[in-house]
């Protein structure tokens, strides 16, 4: 399905590139980098070097200053469709990852029981020679496909490959099942098609726009924030479903407190109100939709009426808010969200979201969903990696044939079990799966069963603590990395190249990813022998200027049509070629063909539900150590409605813990007494509560939401864990 | 309801400005208690007494040129650019408070040394100190222009140790002229009590009892008129003035500087001068702690004040 | 000769600090420093609630008391834009300005001087803008010379609704808040 969605992109995207040739006086950047290498004292004056930002996955285009040889700040790049010359705080203060004092500085090797975190310092050869003869052991036992790999973001690219060239098929990110796997499941259900990264989401031309959980300007992805902040300033309606009242909540026409759990009920509601007042896009639908009769047959009883008990919004409100959605069609964007895997339910919630945009005609539409486009860079001409004797190891019984990706959750199943085969080995790439997979016990005793477990980080976070071998990768601002080459408005593509120097013996990715396939005897695979020839050999493939592009940072390809109206094909590639109403496939798997309502558990009395989030100052549990993040923002705070934290006499700043239903009790978290959310749930940000004590920084501040998620609820389309199913009591602090 | 929250998290400023710590107030007491002292000097040199068996022109000047050691040192620790120190004296900002005190501690000084010169003591009255002191003894007009700076100086000492504090109006608390008075008054107040406490003269301890009483009941009315001043402005000074009546600094206001520093001194004193009781050691020491903890109060609510 | 001062579109700023990110790094702030920094003020009882979010910092006021209380005239308004500004080896560090700012924008930098929000005059004077105004991702900061009718800051005064912080203080701040 996904692959399908892909040929389709290609199609439309291949175009002719509209480029720029400007001479390149210079040569590339690197070169330059590295005759400054060679000399001995550090040039003076100003250099400015574009690259592309690693603070977090959206990959905006930056030029970073260096003055005096010391890297001084980074800035947007203003050739950049996706930044347009803006980053977001963490990009700002991206500086601050490679001054981090924490940072893994040389590659280690466990010397006592794992999870002890005590290591011995080696080289890199060393270290390779650990890993790869361990590896050759794991294969020759158990074959290739036992080895898997967790990874996160575009430094992964090489890894993959070399996993890949080695024979498995395990490659997984917690990115799908623990984020916005769910999502992309329904969207796909119901136009053939996923919402994509960065989303596809027009929202600077929408006239209104409806979050429903999507807390922009808390979470930073600088393009829709920017586009949030132009639509707001442009008079847009901006209707805001979230227990909590976030930045975007107050930023909004409509704030709908709603009952957390319970958005299907509403956007079943919302859907009974076009529907049976006829304010739907008819015309739309009648060419687009596939089983809208039976759909509508199926909305008939969730009346506003109907939903109010459930979701706490009142049925003028519902029918008020169906009401301006209608009024802006097809220019109403209801954000597909990211973050996704909720409460179980979620793939159908998000299938509810698509069909609510089908109904406003908002796909492909102008201020809708667009279709977004990239440059057509050929692949560097690999040999083909041998054929794996075992599928992926995520979902042995076939429990999930809705998902779009493996399951990071069923690897770690697997490697239990050891069904359907063993898994022996795990790689880890850029994610603190102990912050990012849900259930803290079950992955530590995953990582029991293996033979050999490596992670590649920046900093000694948790996950490197249960690791045999910790490899220390250089931060983004002093390495190569792939091509940067979003599905976006415009086609374009993005270097990253070094801007400094790693300040000890930490390697790039390419080179950790190429020394390892080396190792394992599997050099067909890295037939270029520096990441520069790599790259430039595809950018020259495509007829682009490497040279150009190491100074510009960006190339841009000519625009292409982006809207149904601007000539992009419209075809929806489902079994039925149409927008899905109502889905034959998810009821031939026995699923509800059209999405349906489950009433949450409540929390049982004094407790509340758990909720978490972002804060525009960190990615993930990535960037606490970063000294001028940990400056913005150095610890979380529970929210906790006002009113019910004066009942348990709390002012803001007294720390409290959580314990959660099964008794776990978190670290101590500051109190952030506050009228902004609702009594019956509290909310904390993500990413803290570091119990690595090698984060020294960080060590112990505030509290992990992650930690408290010991239960989980599994999608049953695509095997998302619903991750807000868990109640916390509070307890107050001795 | 209104939730303000700042990201800002500045050392000395947040949550609460908290930039002056001991050292100021240490150093106001110190300045006014010296602007006292010297007015009193003043005071009884112009009125020719200074021949009279007083401690206050053999005595007092001396003390104040050590006291005003410890002030100006207490407020050199407070600076936080020690080694800048001189960049005071290399100017004159006509509109600082803190630039016109730099300078009249300048004058402070001499002033002090020459008042002392008119009573030296015999085994210093040698070689040329001792032929000028003689000679300054001896001319009322020395005299008198010596009575008059210091009676003059001490007044500008006194008054600017308020105003500093006053002229920064962006402190609600501080926000009232009479802050000048009122720390004038307080100086002179624990300069009589401080001469009433070291004086071997019956008479003139008679003398500062009694002033004292005139300048602890002028500081009282003071005080009042301070505070109604703040209750009857704006919602920013009427906060403030919630910071001593039922705010944090309450209690140590009205035990500390209203009950024991001036109302409970003030009766004593009153019995004793009225020769109902006996004077008392702790009568001064009361008044003199009292006017230190005054200073304490007002740098550190003055801080707590701000605009709403 | 101008008179600078800066506009905040309330309505757009989304409080999420980049602004402060930016200046730390344009300027090298210290570790646990803010020269400018983020209210976010919510009014009201949930779910009806009023939220203003505000990017703040030295209001280079027209009546600045911290240079008024300056002993050594190191907090001075410079010529060529009425910035205010500390020249670092002439304050001694007494802190009278510092706690002479009604908004609190000024602190003591580790190094001993007051140090504050210098609406960055080394790139103004470039003819740049501030580097929070050059990063914000959602535009909200207008920067320029309001003794220019036809500069952008004063245009958008013009034409919005806007507040002041703490008028009452007589400051007469030249930071304006959009609503």
């Known amino acids: ?734 | 309801m209104t939730e303000l929250v700042l990201t800002r998290h500045n050392a000395m400023i947040d949550p609460l400005l908290h930039a002056w710590g001991w050292e100021i107030p240490v150093y106001l007491f110190l300045g006014g208690l010296i602007g006292g002292t010297m007015m009193i000097t003043g005071y009884i040199l112009l009125k020719g007494r200074h021949r009279e068996n007083s401690c206050v022109c053999s005595v007092l000047p001396l003390v104040g040129l050590a006291l005003l050691s410890v002030g100006m040192l207490a407020l050199f620790l407070d600076l936080e650019h020690k080694l800048y120190v001189w960049r005071l004296y290399t100017t004159f900002q006509f509109s600082s408070p803190m630039s016109w005190g730099a300078w009249i501690l300048l004058l402070v000084y001499p002033a002090l040394a020459v008042a002392w010169l008119v009573r030296l003591p015999a085994f210093l009255r040698v070689g040329q100190v001792g032929r000028l002191a003689d000679a300054l003894a001896e001319s009322p007009r020395a005299i008198w222009a010596i009575g008059y700076v210091n009676l003059a100086l001490g007044g500008m000492l006194g008054i600017y140790t308020g105003v500093l504090l006053s002229s920064l109006g962006s402190r609600p608390f501080w926000n009232s002229a009479l802050l000048g008075v009122l720390f004038l008054l307080s100086g002179l107040s624990a300069a009589a009590a401080f001469v009433h406490m070291i004086a071997w003269d019956r008479t003139e301890r008679e003398l500062l009892a009694r002033a004292d009483n005139i300048f602890i009941s002028l500081e009282l009315v003071t005080l009042m008129l301070f505070l109604t001043g703040l209750l009857t402005s704006g919602a920013s000074h009427q906060a403030a003035a919630a910071l001593v009546l039922g705010g944090p600094f309450t209690a140590v206001f009205w035990v500390g500087v209203v009950g024991l520093g001036l109302v409970i001194p003030l009766v004593l004193q009153s019995l004793a001068v009225t020769h109902r009781t006996l004077h008392s050691a702790i009568v001064p020491v009361m008044v003199i702690a009292g006017s230190l903890v005054l200073r304490f109060v007002f740098v550190y609510a003055g801080q707590y004040s701000h605009w709403l | 000769m101008a008179r600078f001062g800066m506009a905040l579109d309330t309505t757009k700023c989304v409080g999420c600090m980049d602004c402060v990110v930016a200046c730390k790094t344009e300027n090298q702030v210290p570790e646990g420093f803010n020269r400018d920094w983020i209210a976010y003020q919510t009014d009201g009882l949930y779910p009806t609630l009023h939220m203003e979010i505000r990017s703040e910092r030295c209001n280079h006021c027209d009546q600045p008391p911290c240079v008024e209380c300056c002993p050594t005239g190191a907090s001075h308004v410079e010529d060529f834009g009425k910035i205010v500004l500390v020249t670092e080896n002439e304050c001694i560090g007494c802190k009278a300005c510092v706690a002479s700012c009604p908004y609190e924008a000024r602190f003591i930098n580790p190094k001993g001087y007051a140090d504050k929000c210098t609406f960055c005059n080394h790139r103004v004077e470039q003819g740049l803008d501030p580097a929070c105004v050059s990063v914000c991702p959602t535009h909200c900061m207008t920067f320029g010379d309001l003794d220019d009718p036809q500069s952008a800051v004063s245009r958008q005064l013009a034409a919005r609704r806007h507040h002041a912080l703490k008028p009452d203080a007589g400051t007469e701040p030249r930071i304006f808040y959009l609503t």
Request: charged share 20%.
């Open chain 1, 1 to 734: 399905m996904d692959a399908l969605s892909r040929r389709r992109f290609l199609k439309i995207s291949t175009a002719t590139l509209g480029l720029a040739t400007a001479g390149g006086a210079a040569g590339p950047l690197a070169r330059r980098l590295a005759a400054r290498a060679a000399g001995s004292a550090a040039p003076q004056g100003i250099r400015r070097i574009p690259t592309y930002c690693s603070i977090c996955f959206w990959k905006c285009g930056a030029v970073a200053t260096v003055k005096d040889g010391r890297l001084w700040k980074i800035e947007g790049n203003p050739d950049d469709p996706l930044s347009r010359g803006r980053l977001c705080p963490r990009g700002t203060g991206g500086v601050g990852a490679h001054f981090d004092t924490d940072r893994l500085t040389a590659p280690l090797i466990r010397r006592t029981t794992r999870g002890q975190d005590e290591w011995t310092a080696v080289t890199w050869d060393e270290a390779f020679a650990y890993i790869a003869e361990r590896m050759q052991t794991i294969k020759a036992k158990y074959g290739p496909e036992s080895v898997a790999l967790f990874s996160h973001g575009i430094g992964g690219t090489f890894l993959k490959h070399t996993l890949q060239a080695f024979g498995t098929p395990n490659l997984t990110a917690p990115s799908g099942a623990q984020c916005r796997g769910p999502r992309d499941t329904g969207f796909n259900l119901t136009f053939g098609e996923d919402a994509g990264s960065p989303e596809r989401t027009d929202i600077r031309n929408a006239t209104c726009l409806v979050l429903i959980g999507s807390h922009l300007g808390e979470n930073m992805h600088n393009t829709q924030v920017q586009e949030f902040a132009d639509a707001v300033a442009a008079g847009a309606s901006i209707i805001v479903v979230d227990p909590r009242f976030s930045i975007a909540a107050g930023k909004a026409k409509y704030y709908l407190p709603i009952k957390p759990g319970t958005d299907i009920a509403l956007l079943l509601a919302w859907m009974h109100v076009l529907v049976t007042e006829e304010l739907y896009d008819t015309a739309y639908v009648e060419k687009h939709g596939f089983g809208f009769d039976a759909f509508k047959a199926e909305i008939a009883p969730y009346t506003p009426e109907w939903a109010y008990p459930e979701t706490g919004i009142e049925p003028e409100v519902i029918r008020a808010t169906a009401r301006e959605m209608a009024r802006n069609k097809p220019s109403t964007l209801v954000h597909p969200g990211r973050h996704s895997a909720w409460y179980g339910d979620d793939a159908q919630r998000s299938r509810a979201v698509a069909l609510l945009n089908a109904l406003l005609g908002s796909w492909g539409r102008r201020g809708g969903l667009y279709a977004p486009v990239a440059l057509d860079i050929p692949a560097y001409p690999y040999p083909p990696y041998p054929k794996p004797a075992r599928g992926v190891a995520d979902d042995p019984d076939d429990k999930y044939p809705f998902k779009l990706e493996s399951i990071s959750t069923g690897i770690r199943e697997a490697t239990i079990s050891g069904r359907p085969y063993p898994i022996k080995s795990w790689f880890v790439y850029g994610t603190n799966l102990m912050e990012s997979l849900p259930n803290q016990a079950e992955t530590i005793e995953a990582i029991q069963h293996l033979d050999l477990m490596v992670v590649v980080d920046v900093v000694p976070s948790e996950i490197t603590g249960w690791a045999d071998v910790v490899l220390p990768e250089s931060v983004y601002l002093e390495r190569h990395d792939e091509l940067n080459l979003n599905w976006f408005r415009e086609p374009y593509v993005g270097i990253r190249q070094p801007v400094v120097e790693a300040p000890a013996d930490q390697k790039p990715n390419w080179w950790i990813a190429r020394e390892l396939a080396l190792k394992l005897g599997l050099g067909a695979y890295y037939p270029w022998k520096t990441i520069e020839e790599y790259l430039a050999y595809r950018v020259t493939k495509a007829g682009l200027s490497f040279d150009e592009l190491t100074q510009k940072g960006i190339l841009r390809g000519a625009p292409q049509p982006i809207y149904f109206d601007q000539g992009v094909p419209e075809e929806f590639p489902t079994p039925s070629g149409k927008i899905e109403f109502y889905s034959l496939q998810l009821r031939d798997k026995g699923h509800d063909p059209v999405p349906k309502y489950t009433r949450p558990e409540d929390p049982p009395p004094g407790a509340f539900r758990l909720l978490f989030g972002r804060a525009p100052v960190h990615t993930f549990s990535r960037t606490q150590t970063n000294p001028i993040l940990d400056d913005m923002m150095h610890e979380n705070e529970v929210w906790v409605n006002a009113g019910v934290a004066a009942r348990y006499g709390l002012a803001s700043g007294t720390y409290v813990r959580l314990k959660n239903q099964d008794g776990v009790v978190s670290n101590r978290v500051k109190v952030k007494a506050t009228e902004r959310i609702r009594p019956d749930c509290v909310y904390m940000v993500h990413g803290f509560g570091h119990t690595a004590r090698r984060l020294t920084r960080t060590y112990l501040a505030g509290a992990s939401d992650s930690r408290l998620i010991t239960r989980v609820k599994v999608d049953p389309l695509m095997g998302g864990t619903g991750m807000n199913v868990n109640f916390v009591t509070l307890e107050l602090e001795a």
